[in-house]
């Protein structure tokens, strides 16, 4: 039991049917109807597209970033014949995903982690830890580089920004963050640390620029939805089509869609408002970009694409 990899509840690819106020899934809906499939594992129910074809060449590969997508990398590479090398810059396998695991009702994906980490080591896959590579010109000896370097906080030029606590300080990091918490940015992230922190007995506010909570493309419907009700039973303040001008050391002033400002008292303010993709080498003739680096997505984009470019690797 323990080589099958866990569901973790996602609905990626077996609920993925979403349209809430003009936005939809990647996945077309006739396409997501007749079909359950899985945005862990992507033969199910599409095995004529997904299979492992073992090479009969085969080939050295680097796979820059530990995260998600290089480790699902490095695992269809094996399977297939090749020897793939991952190389990370932490001392930690995971990546981003290591703080969307972090909070207390995300126990199914802490397990996904650990199931990546015993199949890698099971397979014998060399990790390169601490090992962050800036340019793939000091890859010497491999046939083919798999860039696969996630993504980092979006910025906005407003006074105070720097202020900010990211996500990954929240979460993972667990850093001190006060009793009243300003989240900036209302999306799937944002939604859930600041249910997360609901949960911890703090006090949380939300900051969304759009007409409603997790209004982003390709967020399945029960995932946005009973985050949009939970945070209405537990009252959380919700600040819709409105944003924040200004961030001091113990206030926001967040400005509605009419102009009118409000002040806010806070201890914190987290940046939620989305992530920018860090691809550190263009697609090449041999180089081959997977995952958040080359726009920002979820599971079953990250884990699709990976079997996307390593069959024809």
């Not at 962050?132 to 000091?138: H, L, S, Y």
């Not at 799937?188 to 909570?213: F, M, N, R, W």
């Not at 209004?215 to 959380?236: D, G, I, M, T």
Request: glycine share 8%.
């Amino acid at each position: 039991e323990e080589d099958i990899k866990p569901c973790i509840r996602c609905h990626n690819g077996c609920f993925n049917m979403a349209k809430y106020k003009g936005t939809n899934n990647l996945q077309p809906l006739w396409d997501s109807m007749h079909l359950a499939r899985c945005a862990l594992t992507p033969p199910t129910m599409q095995h004529n597209k997904y299979k492992i074809v073992p090479t009969t060449k085969p080939k050295k590969v680097a796979i820059i970033g530990g995260g998600i997508g290089g480790m699902e990398c490095a695992l269809v590479l094996k399977r297939r014949g090749h020897k793939p090398v991952i190389f990370e810059k932490t001392d930690r396998l995971g990546g981003l995903f290591i703080t969307a695991s972090s909070m207390s009702f995300k126990e199914n994906d802490k397990q996904l982690i650990e199931w990546y980490k015993k199949e890698i080591a099971r397979n014998g896959i060399e990790v390169r830890f601490n090992t962050e590579i800036n340019d793939i010109r000091t890859l010497g000896g491999f046939d083919e580089i798999i860039v696969a370097t996630g993504s980092v906080p979006r910025k906005m030029p407003i006074p105070g920004f720097e202020k900010t606590m990211t996500l990954t300080e929240l979460l993972a990091e667990q850093k001190p963050v006060g009793d009243k918490v300003v989240i900036f940015g209302g999306g799937q992230s944002g939604c859930e640390a600041a249910l997360e922190l609901v949960l911890q007995g703090k006090h949380p506010t939300i900051v969304e620029y759009a007409v409603d909570l997790v209004a982003a493309a390709n967020v399945p419907l029960p995932n946005a939805s009973y985050l949009r009700e939970a945070l209405v039973f537990h009252k959380v303040p919700i600040y819709l089509e409105s944003t924040i001008t200004k961030i001091g050391d113990k206030s926001v002033t967040i400005k509605g869609k009419d102009g009118t400002t409000t002040e806010v008292e806070c201890d914190n303010v987290v940046n939620a408002i989305g992530f920018v993709p860090t691809p550190v080498a263009k697609k090449g003739k041999n180089v081959h970009l997977v995952g958040d680096c080359i726009a920002i997505g979820n599971l079953r984009t990250v884990i699709w694409r990976a079997w996307d470019v390593c069959m024809k690797i």
